[in-house]
C-alpha cells in the first residue's frame, strides 16, 4: 500500500481525453435551416436590427458634418445606408452563402473616405451643401468602380481557388482578428459616456450569463433577449440624466456622446422617405480616388472571408465550401454597386456585431436575419420611427461590441482545435500572425494619428491611400501572413498537413463532397440546376 500524503483516486482513462473535434458547434438552439416560432423569430429579427444600428449611425455621425451636411443631410445619409443594408442582407441571404449574416455599413471604407473629403478638388467650394453634394457623388462613383472587384474575384471563381488554400491554422487568426482587431470600438468608446456604457455592460452579462443559470424557468428568455431587456433600461436611465440636467454644464463632447437629444436626426428626419438611386445627383469618377476604394473593396473583402466563417460557426453550419464562399463575395460586390448607386458615403461588409449576437443568442436561423433585413427597410422608409432607435447613445452599442466582438474572435480560437498545438510550426504561425496583425495596424494607426497623414506619403495620393488602408486593417495583415506562412513553411512534409488540421476540411474543399452542404448552402427556387456550386 502507498504511503500517506496521495490525492486521492486516480482519474479515469475517459477523463484524459481531449474535447473531441466538431465540424459542427454543437449547442444551438435553432440552426440555419430551422427557425424559431414566428413571434419569437421576430423579437430576434428586431434585435438583430437594434444591433447593427450602431455602425450604421456612427458612420455617418462621423463623416457627414466633414463632408458639409447637415442634420437633415445625416438623416437621409443614415436612412439609405440602412435601406441598402436592408435590400443587401436579403439579397446575401437568399442567393449569397445562404448564410445568417447581416451586411451592413463598414469602419474599412472609412480612411478612403476620408481622403475624398480631403481632396483638392473640393477645397474651394464655399457653400456647404454643395460641398457635401459633390463629394457623395465622387463617393458613389469610387464605391460603383470598387464593387467591380468583389463581383470580378467573387463570381469568376477567383476567390474560390484561394479559400481553398484555407486551413484552421490560416483561418484561426484572420477570424479571430475580424473580432479582437476592433477593440478600439469597445471599451474605448465605452468610457466616452461611463455612466451609459458601463451599465450596459454590467447588465448584459448579468442577463446573458448569470440569470438564465439561476432563473431555469426563464432561461431561454433571458440569454435569447438580453439586448432587448439591456437597452430600454439604459436607455430611460440617459433619457432621465438628460431631462434631470446632469450634462447641463457639461463639455460639448460630453454631451454628445451622453445626452439622448443630441443626434439631431429626429429633427432631420423626414417622416416619410423612400431612399432611390442617384438621389444626390449623377456620380463624378476620379481614378486615384477609385484605386483606393478598391484598396478598401480588398479588404473587405477578406474581413467578410472571415466573418463568413464565423457566422458559418455560429450557425451550426459546416465549415463554408469556397465556391460558396466565392458567390457570397460576388454578391457583396453587387452590395457595394447598390451602395454606390444609392449614395450611402460608404461600402458594405460583413456586420461582426451580428455574427457575435448569434453566438450570444444560440439562434442562427436564416429567417431571423430575413425579418431583420424587413425592419431595417421598414425603418428606413418611416424616418421618423427609425430616427427614435438611431439616437440611442453611441456608449450603449459599444458596451455590446464588448461582448459581440469578443465572441466573434473567439469563433476563430475555435478552429484551433483542429490543429497540432505542440507544433513549434503551429506556434510560430499563429503567434507570429495574431502579433503582426496587431502590430502593423498600431504602427500605421498611431503615425497617422500624430503627423495627420500614413507612414506612406508619397506624392501620389491614391497610391498612399492604397498602402494606408491595405495595413490598417489587423484581420487583413494578420490573415495574410497567416495563409502566406501556412501555404510557404514546410507544407510538403507529410505531419504539417495534419498539424495544420488541414484534412479536417478536406471534405468541404467541394460543394458535393459533403451532403450537408446541399442543406445548408443550396439556392432557393432551383436554381442549382443553373447556378451549380462546384
Excluded at 445606408?81 to 436579403?90: R, S, W
Excluded at 472609412?110 to 481622403?115: A, G, K, N, Q, R
Excluded at 504602427?443 to 495620393?461: C, D, I, K, L, Q
Excluded at 495544420?500 to 442549382?528: I, Q, V
Amino acid at each position: 500500500m502507498a504511503g500517506g500524503g496521495g490525492g486521492g483516486a486516480a482519474p479515469k482513462q475517459d477523463e484524459l481525453t481531449p474535447h473531441p473535434v466538431k465540424d459542427q458547434l454543437p449547442g444551438v438552439s435553432y440552426c440555419i435551416t430551422s427557425p424559431p416560432p414566428w413571434p419569437e423569430a421576430i423579437l430576434l429579427g428586431f434585435q438583430h436590427y437594434l444591433v447593427m444600428l450602431g455602425t450604421t449611425v456612427i458612420i455617418p455621425t462621423a463623416l457627414v458634418p466633414q463632408m458639409g451636411g447637415n442634420n437633415e443631410d445625416k438623416a437621409v445619409v443614415i436612412q439609405t445606408l440602412l435601406f441598402v443594408a436592408g435590400i443587401n442582407t436579403l439579397l446575401q441571404s437568399f442567393f449569397g452563402t445562404r448564410l445568417p449574416a447581416v451586411i451592413g455599413g463598414s469602419y474599412t471604407f472609412v480612411l478612403p473616405t476620408i481622403s475624398i473629403i480631403l481632396a483638392g478638388r473640393y477645397a474651394n467650394e464655399p457653400n456647404p451643401h454643395t460641398k457635401f453634394l459633390r463629394i457623395m457623388r465622387g463617393t458613389q462613383g469610387a464605391l460603383i468602380v470598387a464593387s467591380a472587384l468583389q463581383i470580378i474575384v467573387g463570381f469568376s471563381g477567383l476567390w474560390r481557388n484561394v479559400a481553398r488554400y484555407l486551413s484552421p491554422l490560416s483561418a484561426a487568426p484572420l477570424v479571430a482578428l475580424v473580432g479582437f482587431g476592433l477593440y478600439e470600438l469597445g471599451f474605448p468608446s465605452v468610457a466616452k459616456c461611463v455612466e451609459l456604457g458601463l451599465p450596459e455592460l454590467i447588465l448584459l452579462v448579468i442577463f446573458a450569463m448569470y440569470l438564465p443559470h439561476n432563473v431555469h424557468m426563464l432561461k431561454s428568455i433571458f440569454d435569447r433577449f438580453a439586448v432587448l431587456f439591456t437597452i430600454p433600461i439604459v436607455w430611460l436611465y440617459a433619457y432621465l440624466l438628460t431631462v434631470g440636467g446632469a450634462y447641463r454644464n457639461a463639455p460639448p463632447k460630453t454631451q454628445f456622446h451622453c445626452r439622448t437629444d443630441r443626434s439631431g436626426l429626429i429633427g432631420g428626419a423626414p417622416w416619410i422617405r423612400v431612399p432611390y438611386p442617384f438621389q444626390w445627383g449623377a456620380p463624378s469618377f476620379d481614378a486615384g480616388e477609385a484605386f483606393a476604394m478598391m484598396a478598401a473593396s480588398f479588404v473587405a473583402l477578406v474581413e467578410s472571408t472571415g466573418a463568413f466563417i464565423a457566422v458559418s460557426r455560429y450557425a451550426s453550419a459546416t465549415p463554408i465550401p469556397p465556391s460558396v464562399l466565392s458567390r457570397g463575395i460576388g454578391w457583396q460586390g453587387i452590395g457595394i454597386l447598390l451602395d454606390g448607386l444609392f449614395g450611402t458615403g460608404n461600402g458594405s461588409s460583413v456586420s461582426v456585431e451580428n455574427a457575435g449576437l448569434l453566438a450570444l443568442t444560440r439562434v442562427g436561423s436564416r429567417r431571423v436575419v430575413q425579418i431583420s433585413a424587413g425592419f431595417m427597410i421598414f425603418f428606413s422608409i418611416l424616418g421618423k420611427f427609425g430616427a427614435v432607435f438611431a439616437s440611442i447613445p453611441a456608449p450603449i452599442f459599444a458596451a455590446l461590441y464588448c461582448i459581440f466582438f469578443a465572441y466573434a474572435g473567439s469563433a476563430g480560437l475555435g478552429f484551433l482545435q483542429f490543429c497540432n498545438l505542440n507544433s513549434f510550426r503551429t506556434k510560430f504561425i499563429l503567434g507570429f500572425s495574431v502579433f503582426m496583425g496587431l502590430s502593423v495596424p498600431q504602427y500605421f494607426n498611431e503615425y497617422t494619428s500624430v503627423a495627420g497623414f500614413g507612414p506612406v506619403h508619397t506624392h501620389s495620393r491614391w497610391f498612399n491611400d492604397i498602402v494606408n488602408v491595405l495595413f490598417s486593417s489587423k484581420a487583413f495583415v494578420g490573415g495574410f501572413v497567416a495563409f502566406l506562412l501556412d501555404n510557404t513553411l514546410h507544407r510538403h512534409e507529410i505531419s504539417v498537413r495534419k498539424d495544420r488540421g488541414y484534412h479536417w476540411w478536406d471534405k468541404f474543399r467541394s460543394y458535393r463532397t459533403d451532403s450537408r452542404s446541399e442543406e445548408f448552402y443550396a439556392l432557393p427556387f432551383n436554381l442549382n440546376k443553373f447556378f451549380p456550386s462546384v
